[in-house]
Each structure stands twice: as structure tokens, then as C-alpha cells.
């Protein structure tokens, strides 16, 4: 992980938590003393260095993220500095189409966006009933819906046609339970909360009979 941002040291705690070893790099001084703790190696170091990057092991590592967002020419000089060590798999992180581009071309194999998808992500949540939601591309979504009211008391069966509600359901929590995949005898009891799948549109819809 290199670059301790908001976006960088929350990536780097959520691998950690998933049982992940990290090293996570970063310029500033402070960063490096306020991450030491909470993860398993910082170094404080510059990463458009090929050389400090190649002597804190980076290249023993199969996928590294470079989370950097404030410095566009730090952003591009350490991807360059990553593919030309052969790093297998390089993450990085853009604030622009013209940014993604040129990370694209110097290197990087995946280029995200986590402002922009947050920001669409957080939209659809504002402005729908949907409780979360997670668009995949080519017009396809998952999302997580309380159960409508016309729906309580009967078996998930009767979501199964398509073409009467435009969604498949694909796992459903109970009150008091934990989710699990969708049974087609499962009755739905007030509160539950269900997956669905589908286009964007349809799923909004489905979020709306509730």
C-alpha cells in the first residue's frame, strides 16, 4: 500500500482485518508514526524511488496499491517506478479520466475510483427506499431492499417470475436471523430485508413497493 490518505489507510486496515500482511509506505513522517500500531509494517519512504521501493522488498509482493491522490506526477512516477520493477499486479488509484489514462499506460493493470463511486453509490441511496447498493456495469445492480408490504407473509416463490417484479432475489434476512441464500418456501416476515438482482431501474422500482 503506498500512500496513507484517508482512502490508503482504510484499504490498508480492512486488508489487515482480513487476515492480509500489508506494507503500507508513505512520504509523510506523521502518517508513518500515526499508522505504526494499527498495521503490520510503515516505512516512511518515497515511492517514485525504484530503488527505496526495490530495498523495502515491494517486488515480493504479488499486488500493490498505489493510493495516492493529492500528487497526480507522485501518482504516475511511482506506477512507472512499480511496473518497471515487474510488480505482478498494480492498483491505483485516479482523481480524473486523464489521470486513469496515463496510470493505464505507464503500468497499471486496475485503476479505481473510489470519490466517483462512492459519489454515484451514495446518490442512489438518497434518492431511492434501496438500503444499499452496488452497481456492476452494462446496466446491472444488486441491491438491499426491506421487504415491500404486499410481499409480507408469503413465500419468496412468488418473486420467482421475472416479468412480475423484474428482479431475482437472491438472499433474504429474517428478523432476528442471518441472511442466507433464497429458499423458494421462505415466507417473509416484517422486517426482512432481502438481495435482489437486476437492472438498475428495476431494482429501484422493486425498493419502491416498500
Known sequence: MIG???????????????????????R??????????????????DATEEGA????????????????GASVEASV??????A????????????SDKHAKILGSVGAQHVIFPEAETGERVAHLIVSKML??????DDFAIAKV????ALVGRPLRELAPADRYGVMVVGAKLPGER??????????????VLIVEGSIAQVQRFAELS
Not at 509523510?28 to 519512504?45: F, I, K, M, T
Not at 512516477?77 to 512499480?82: F, G, K, W
Not at 441472511?179 to 426482512?192: C, E, I, K, M, Q
Open 53 to 68: 521501493l526495490r530495498q523495502l522488498g515491494v517486488t515480493d509482493f504479488p499486488r500493490v496499491v498505489v493510493a495516492i
Open 179 to 192: 441472511f442466507r441464500y433464497a429458499d423458494p418456501g421462505t415466507v417473509l416476515a416484517p422486517g426482512s
Open 146 to 149: 426491506r421487504v415491500p408490504d
Open 77 to 82: 512516477l511511482t506506477v512507472l517506478a512499480l
Open 132 to 137: 444499499d447498493f452496488i452497481e456492476f456495469g
Open 4 to 26: 496513507l490518505g484517508r482512502f490508503g489507510c482504510h484499504l490498508a486496515s480492512s486488508l489487515t482485518q482480513l487476515g492480509h500482511e500489508v506494507l503500507a509506505i508513505d
Open 84 to 95: 518497471e520493477l515487474g510488480v505482478p499486479q498494480i492498483w491505483a488509484r485516479a482523481t
Open 28 to 45: 509523510n513522517g506523521e502518517r508513518v508514526q500515526r499508522w505504526s500500531p494499527y498495521l503490520d509494517r510503515v516505512v516512511q519512504a
